[in-house]
């Protein structure tokens, strides 16, 4: 027997759920709670399935059995209501996707937006402030040939063209990651369906051309294999190197900086960034500790300090004139152990 609105409206809680059926697999489901909610029961590819039609009385009756006819016409055409409504969802969810500046921004957005961890996938893990901007200035090297282009229509002659062009001024390393870059963005528009497939797909860096790049020449290294070499050359001209840097009689913080590096293992930028306030010398086990946000796996780094380290950082203290009571300088972020030398200058574009 069809449903009445006067039916529909006198429907009250129970304790368990139960249905009340309208015609053609609609009934208005009524919980403990007293929600009377409109569900569509069908069957597709011999499944029985339900879908949801809202909740009375904001969907009339007459409006809920529109939406049943409705996806009685979308069955007859051989389509499942339940996975054309996900798609339709998804359709208007990057609609507005419909420009390489738009799919380009909602990626940056996306790259912002994630809070993985060390131990989540690599695509997941938080990206830090540095990360992000680098990435927004390799997009805006594409941004004059691409930005206003139809992302669903935009061709691999296209983006090869605009990636030539930083070819062209000899930047090989920066074409090739640009490239790596708007492959990840295209490569997830096509996934939300917002183009129908990522341009890019198949290019490789051999496919840009670069011209009048320089070509690759690496610093000289004591521990390069040379001819003649005996066991042991080696590690002499290292401690030739060594001693060079010993009787340097230049600025003593260039000198100490070279000491610490050969002594620590640190990165040259990790020692140019070191902190009074990171280093504990006069403890048991002289340490650094590296803070997260200055290492690239984003997790603090110990390390351990030998006496020598140890004297070159008291000697270092005396020349930079810096104490462990200095707290306003620590609070203003200015206890690096090689503060700049020149006069005060506004450096970068946020001084």
């Known amino acids: ?48 399935k339900t879908i949801a039609l809202g909740v009375y009385p904001h969907v009339s009756l007459a409006a809920a059995r529109d939406a049943r006819d409705a996806n009685k016409r979308v069955l007859a055409a051989g389509i499942d209501p339940s996975e054309k409504r996900k798609a339709d969802k998804q359709a208007a969810a990057v609609a507005h996707l419909t420009t390489f500046d738009r799919i380009a921004d909602d990626w940056l957005d996306d790259q912002r937006s994630l809070t993985g961890g060390l131990d989540a996938p690599k695509d997941q893990r938080k990206k830090s402030p540095e990360t992000i901007e680098k990435l927004d200035w390799l997009l805006s090297l594409v941004r004059p040939q691409l930005g206003k282009l139809d992302a669903r229509t935009l061709t691999t002659a296209q983006i090869v063209d605009a990636l030539d062009r930083i070819g062209a001024r000899g930047q090989r390393d920066t074409a090739h990651r640009c490239r790596a870059t708007v492959s990840r963005v295209l490569a997830r528009a096509a996934r939300r369906g917002a183009i129908p497939v990522n341009p890019l797909g198949d290019t490789r860096n051999a496919d840009i051309t670069i011209r009048g790049a320089k070509a690759v020449r690496h610093h000289a290294s004591v521990t390069d294999a040379r001819d003649g070499d005996r066991n042991g050359d080696a590690a002499r001209r290292f401690g030739k190197l060594l001693r060079d840097v010993r009787g340097y009689h230049g600025a003593s913080q260039t000198r100490l900086a070279l000491e610490l590096l050969a002594l620590t293992g640190l ?11 990171w280093i504990d010398a006069d403890g048991a086990e002289p ?25 070159f950082l008291q000697e270092l203290r005396q020349l930079t004139g810096w104490t462990a009571e200095s707290a306003e300088r620590v609070a203003a972020g200015a206890d690096f152990l090689f503060p700049c030398q020149q006069p005060r200058r506004t450096v970068g574009k946020d001084g």
């Open 1 to 48: 027997m069809a449903l009445t609105d006067a039916a529909c409206r006198a429907a009250k809680k129970a304790e368990k759920p139960y249905k009340l059926s309208d015609s053609g697999g609609l009934y208005l489901l009524v919980d403990t709670g007293g929600s009377r909610l409109w569900r569509h029961a069908y069957r597709f590819g011999g499944k029985q």
């Open 267 to 277: 990165r040259p930028g990790e020692l140019r960034r070191l902190r009074w306030s």
């Open 287 to 311: 340490v650094v500790t590296l803070p997260p946000s200055l290492m690239k796996m984003r997790k603090s780094h110990t390390v351990y300090l030998s006496r020598q380290a140890v004297a």
